[in-house]
């Protein structure tokens, strides 16, 4: 490995900080995302699913659905104009939900 001239210092010690910010960057903690924001084509996992933003049925539809945290989910398909429903995969099933259910799933996403 070649040293890479620094801005923030020369020699050793300006190689040394570099290598400590681009690890910083590259292991940094993964941020969540709503599904509901989630670009097309995207996987992840389910990070968190706020389950009070949900009706009583609602809820336990999700879950039937296979909804829960830590499976893998990718968004696949948006109704017209960026309206209801929003089609997704969950595992290995294609499901349809409403953009107001998407919005209280948190998914994190995969690289």
Known sequence: MTMVPSWRGTGEAGFFLEILIINRIMH???????????PLRTAGHIAAIDWDRLREKEARRLRELGFDEGVAIEALHRGPFGLDPLACRVGRMTVAIRRAHAAAISVKVTP
């Not at 969540?32 to 924001?37: A, G, M, P, R, S």
């Open 28 to 38: 940094a903690p993964r941020a969540t995302i709503q599904l509901d924001k989630l």
